[in-house]
């Protein structure tokens, strides 16, 4: 069984910044892509920023020259670095690990909560 752990979400205002962690409870090897999706109340869950195995990114145009999705192997863990927080990115924030294959498995973390004050 997989295992999520997201960490580093919090209160910031408007223009500042925040790093979220994912620590994965196996190697980042063993998934084709690692992600970070967000959701705000009302509003349905979409991608922020992806990297597969192979380190390509990508981001929603959103948050493009603000997030950068990074990795690091040796200790499992995904990171999300937000800098220049606007309100609008206020949302619960998930991480996700695709496996490989045709029929890939989706696991998610618990979401952590990103509130940015203006």
């Known amino acids: 069984q997989v295992q999520l752990v997201e960490s580093g979400g919090g209160l910031v205002q408007a223009g500042g910044s925040l790093r979220l962690s994912c620590a994965a409870s196996?190697?980042?090897?063993?998934?084709?892509?690692m992600g970070w999706y967000r959701q705000a109340p009302g509003k349905q869950r979409e991608l922020v920023a992806a990297?597969?195995?192979?380190?390509?990114?990508n981001y929603d145009d959103s948050v493009k020259g603000r997030f950068t999705i990074s990795r690091d192997n040796a200790k499992n863990t995904v990171y999300l670095q937000m800098n220049s927080l606007k309100p609008e990115d206020t949302a619960v924030y998930y991480c996700?690990?695709?496996?490989?294959?045709?029929?890939?498995?989706?696991?998610w973390g618990q979401g952590t909560q990103v509130t940015v004050s203006s």
């Open positions: 996700n690990a695709r496996s490989f294959g045709y029929f890939s498995n989706d696991y």
């Open positions: 196996k190697s980042l090897f063993s998934f084709a892509r």
């Open positions: 990297m597969t195995s192979g380190t390509n990114t």
